[in-house]
């Protein structure tokens, strides 16, 4: 597989909250949910996103957002619209003065004050418990917006009307969809020279050190090496060696370190398998050397991995 897709395997949505809002100016919102990923397109209107640090985001119709990180951002009809309605997790709403606020419904996975108003916004929150999922987040901006193509227009309309639905495996079919825009906005914006990537997302279009990437996310568990890298990619060991620290910004070993130890994250997270079986899928010849690698890294042991969440010691 290519990097982007081990990526966004780990960003799939499971159950993701989507709704629509409809508003009229004036409006805004503070969302402090808490959700790792956001996307948020409008069917009609306008609206401004406002984070700090960053400078304001306009998105119309035909556009596509997407906001990752956990930390809080503004929405409103105008850039530096005060907040009327601070979001908070669990979809909990209250005013800004504090007061508690219970939205009045307008059908299936819809809210807003009048049933046409001036601003139908669409959103979509993500709830990744997925090391790998964190990766991709890493390499995002803060907020990103694209201008829908054809294909992506076509997938909002379609998530638009299934909104609607009441239909069985319902929630399946809009996470699905929900997946499909979100892959396409990032191949959109992946594919754009003038963006600003991390080397390891640039890389994977490089003649030689995008198959050695390939290589080692289809198989962490291999014996890989420089040489063998090297092999497999048609060059020398030294000068796939310089290429691939220049492109991804660390050597070839410490890349593949880092990515098992993503991929054995996960699989302690998503399966019972014991401590010995993963480190045997991800490359390590022990319970005890993955244990020893794991704890430098996470900054925990394995077993308490699985009971909460950490913060990677080193950035990945």
């Known amino acids: 597989m290519d990097v982007l897709t081990g990526l966004l395997d780990g960003a799939r949505a499971r159950g993701a909250f989507l709704l629509r809002s409809v508003l009229d100016p004036p409006w805004g919102l503070r969302i402090q949910d808490g959700s790792p990923l956001s996307l948020i397109t409008l069917v009609r209107g306008e609206a401004w996103i406002r984070r700090e640090g960053e400078p304001?985001?306009?998105i119309?119709?035909?556009?596509?957002a997407v906001v990752s990180g956990i930390q809080p951002y503004d929405m409103g009809d105008r850039p530096g619209r005060p907040a009327q309605v601070i979001i908070h997790p669990g979809q909990r709403c209250e005013a800004a003065d504090g007061t508690e606020m219970r939205m009045t419904g307008q059908g299936v996975r819809t809210w807003g004050a009048a049933p046409d108003g001036a601003t139908i916004m669409?959103?979509?929150t993500y709830q990744m418990h997925s090391e790998v999922g964190r990766r991709l987040l890493a390499a995002l901006p803060g907020v990103l917006v694209r201008t829908a193509g054809q294909g992506d227009r076509a997938l909002i309309d379609l998530l638009?009307?299934?909104?609607?639905?009441?239909?069985?495996?319902?929630?399946?079919?809009?996470d699905r969809l929900l997946d499909l825009t979100l892959v396409s906005v990032l191949r959109s914006w992946l594919s754009s020279p003038n963006e600003e990537k991390p080397g390891w997302l640039r890389a994977?279009?490089?003649?030689?050190?995008g198959p050695a990437l390939r290589l080692m996310h289809d198989d962490p568990a291999y014996g890989w090496t420089v040489s063998s890298l090297?092999?497999?990619?048609?060059?020398?060991r030294a000068a796939f060696a310089r290429r691939f620290t220049e492109v991804v910004g660390e050597p070839p070993m410490a890349y593949l370190a880092g990515w098992r130890l993503t991929v054995a994250a996960d699989l302690l997270r998503q399966s019972d398998a014991t401590l010995e079986a993963v480190a045997r899928q991800v490359g390590y010849g022990s319970a005890f050397s993955l244990s020893n690698a794991f704890k430098r890294f996470y900054r925990t042991s394995?077993?308490?991995?699985?009971?909460?969440?950490v913060t990677p010691a080193v950035a990945t």
């Open 204 to 209: 994977q279009g490089d003649p030689v050190v």
């Open 122 to 124: 669409i959103s979509g």
């Open 230 to 236: 090297a092999s497999k990619a048609g060059a020398s």
């Open 56 to 58: 304001d985001a306009r």
């Open 302 to 309: 394995p077993q308490d991995y699985r009971r909460r969440e």
């Open 60 to 64: 119309g119709v035909g556009d596509v």
């Open 160 to 174: 638009v009307r299934e909104m609607n639905g009441t239909e069985p495996a319902q929630d399946l079919v809009l």
